[in-house]
């Protein structure tokens, strides 16, 4: 460890990203490899929208120009959003209600820095959950605090998680994380979760990662008037397929954002993220006509791996769906999910193996055919199923 650096930085590991050059080698060049393992979207951009992207790179970008620092336009493109798709008046939230991020992750950081920075709190997760929570709060020395899920449906321990509120603690806890819908569980929260949110004091900051709404049409940004230490997060990495050009926002009390505004960098978004993320605002109904394929081919993957009985496969409100190997007369007792894993990647097949599970991002009709056919063969290579 070089001897500048923080001592507690040694303890922890970083953030992981999913493979990408290595993965091709570690399969047949002819294999077609399937990238389930991010929770992106399955299709890209249409043709049209990136050829109308491409054009605004060459006719209205300027390289030697720093990007619009402000946000302005595109803040009012995402309240127009938010109140169209909550269903609420046009005029319930402004661009004075959002914030944009260069990703979820700046918008999460940033919330961290303006509450528990300095001692003065620790945060409270559940998990299995989100893991970039924990690794940013500890990247800035501030305590993470765990409660456990039920292990049935994945709901929060809330007996374990009140109890920790009202234990004294040195920082105390500040801020409470969820996700709705959960990763990598894809549960939404039930109305016990929602009434004990609704119950914690002002001096709580109450963030709910709402990464998925596009795939759950599930939102709380409607109780935001009622809850000024609420804040909600969401993407566009997901439905509006720009993973590569890292948009994130939150919307929150205007005071709230005013002091997002002042933690976060100047220009932190690049000026084709910002004119990206403008053009799938314009274009968003084009974009999300896709959502009820992918509802559709979630549950006919759902279906189709319930019918193996090594897996124990639970419902999802998102985009991708959480398995693991359950205790059944056909599954060899040395069997682990790991083993699992590995034969899918060997076949071409890259998903997430976390918490004991396997997460698995819900692909194009191709893609989750080849799944459905690549996890069978890697079960009965092994044995798992019955003969």
């Known amino acids: 460890m070089l001897p500048f650096i923080r001592s507690d930085l040694a303890q922890f590991s970083a953030y992981k990203p999913h ?9 047949d060049s002819s294999t077609h490899i399937d990238r389930l393992d991010t929770n ?3 299709e890209d951009l249409p043709p049209q929208l990136k050829a109308k992207l491409v ?3 060459q006719e209205l970008i300027e390289n030697n120009r720093y990007p619009d620092g402000g946000h302005e336009e595109l803040k ?4 127009a959003y938010v109140n169209e798709s909550a269903h609420l008046s046009p005029s319930v939230f402004s661009a004075a209600n959002i914030s944009v991020g260069n990703g979820s992750d700046e918008l999460i950081r940033s919330l961290l820095i303006a509450s528990c920075l300095g001692g003065e709190g620790s945060i409270l997760v559940a998990q299995p959950t989100f893991s970039m929570y924990g690794i940013l709060a500890k990247t800035l020395g501030i305590p993470v605090v765990t409660v ?3 292990e049935t449906n994945f709901a929060i321990d809330l007996q ?3 109890a920790a509120m009202e234990t004294t603690q040195s920082p105390p806890i500040r801020v409470v994380f969820v996700v709705h819908p959960n990763s990598p569980t894809g549960n939404a929260l039930t109305n016990p979760e929602l009434a004990w949110l609704r119950s914690l004091p002002e001096h709580i900051l109450v963030v709910i990662d709402e990464a998925y ?3 759950s049409q599930t939102t709380l940004v409607g109780e935001l008037a009622q809850h000024p230490n609420w804040v909600v997060l969401r993407t566009f990495s997901k439905a509006f397929r720009l993973a590569a050009h890292r948009v994130g926002y939150c919307i929150a009390h205007p005071d709230a954002i005013a002091i997002l505004e002042k933690v976060r960098l100047p220009y932190n978004l690049t000026s084709f993220s910002l004119a990206a993320a403008l053009l799938v605002m314009k274009n968003r109904q084009v974009l ?3 959502i009820p394929q992918t509802l559709a081919e979630r549950t006919k993957l759902i279906q189709a791996l319930r019918q193996n009985p090594a897996l124990k496969v639970w419902d999802s409100a998102a985009n991708f769906i959480f398995s693991r190997l359950q205790a059944h007369d056909s599954v060899s007792p040395s069997v682990d999910i790991k083993t699992i894993h590995q034969r899918l990647k060997a076949s071409g097949t890259l998903v997430r193996e976390i918490n004991n599970g396997l997460r698995i991002t819900v692909g194009t009709v191709e893609e989750n055919v080849r799944t459905l056919k690549r996890m069978q063969a890697a079960l009965a290579s092994l044995e798992c199923v019955s003969h």
Do not use: C, G, K
Request: net charge negative; glycine share 0%.
């Open 19 to 27: 493979p990408s050059s290595d993965t091709n080698q570690a399969v």
């Open 40 to 42: 992106e979207s399955a």
């Open 160 to 162: 374990a998680a009140q």
């Open 55 to 57: 054009w605004e790179y």
């Open 288 to 290: 999300l006509e896709s």
């Open 213 to 215: 709404f596009e795939f």
């Open 148 to 150: 456990p899920r039920d």
């Open 76 to 79: 009012n493109a995402i309240a």
